[in-house]
Nanobody
Framework: QVQLVESGGGLVQAGGSLRLSCAASGSIFAINAMGWYRQAPGKQRELVAA???????NYADSVKGRFTISRENVKNTVSLQMNNLKPEDTAVYYCNADPITMSGRYLEVWGQGTLVTVSS
């Protein structure tokens, strides 16, 4: 059993910053990748950024240079620093992980989502 708990969403003006955090807990043996997805109204859920246990990161083109993903493997946490936010960043942001439980199960786990609203 693995859970993801997110925090850091809110309302911010364009040009402002927010930091999202996500912590995984439960019977975790390992997590290969953790990441952030977002879903805006009327749009499909999309990958924002992801990072492997080795520290390799990938970003959506729309956020490169503005967002930074980081991870602390021992704590099983992942964060997303979002700078120079734009109205088009408005979405529900979801944390995602692919843990292997200590009993050997391969899971895909999602957080409950946290709303980021960027006003113009």
């Amino acid at each position: 059993q693995v859970q993801l708990v997110e925090s850091g969403g809110g309302l911010v003006q364009a040009g402002g910053s927010l930091r999202l955090s996500c912590a995984a807990s439960g019977s975790i043996f390992a997590i290969n990748a953790m990441g952030w997805y977002r879903q805006a109204p009327g749009k499909q859920r999309e990958l924002v950024a992801a990072i492997t246990s080795g520290g390799r990161a990938n970003y959506a083109d729309s956020v490169k240079g503005r967002f930074t993903i980081s991870r602390e493997n021992v704590k099983n946490t992942v964060s997303l620093q979002m700078n120079n936010l734009k109205p088009e960043d408005t979405a529900v942001y979801y944390c995602n992980a692919d843990p292997i439980t200590m009993s050997g199960r391969y899971l895909e786990v999602w957080g409950q989502g946290t709303l980021v609203t960027v006003s113009s």
